[in-house]
């Protein structure tokens, strides 16, 4: 599986993005998660979609302002940003695990396809 994420930009504080991230290959039966590094920071883990796309999970602070879902049909996962923070700059990545439960969503181990990563910034 590649992943190849996008959508990244430069964006005022409170304004919103949506990055995307288009899978080539085999995407049935993989879990899909969104992580993020800031600088100096370690890399943390955003939002989690199941295959199916009926379970999310995100990290307390994005929940209400990220929305992740996804397309099947598409081989595509998406993360919709929401009232973004200057905070929210880093570099996002998306990334695949294959879906065998238990999923350990906020384990950045379990996946083992990465995208290259896009850049958000967030001015103030």
């Known amino acids: ?26 995407f049935s039966n993989y879990v899909m998660g969104w992580f993020r590094q800031a ?19 995100y990290t307390d602070s994005m929940k209400g302002r990220f929305t992740i879902s996804r397309d099947n049909a598409k081989n595509t996962v998406y993360l919709q940003m929401n009232s973004l923070k200057p905070e929210d700059t880093a570099v ?20 083992l396809y990465w995208g290259q990563g896009t850049l958000v910034t967030v001015s103030s």
């Open 39 to 57: 600088p100096g920071k370690e890399r943390e883990f955003v939002a989690g979609i199941n295959f199916s796309g009926d379970f999310k999970y």
């Open 1 to 26: 599986v590649q992943l190849q994420a996008s959508g990244g930009g430069l964006v005022q504080a409170g304004g919103s993005l949506r990055l995307s991230c288009a899978a080539s290959g085999r």
């Open 92 to 111: 996002y990545y998306c990334a695949a695990q294959f879906e065998s439960p238990p999923v350990q969503y906020t384990n950045y181990a379990k996946y």
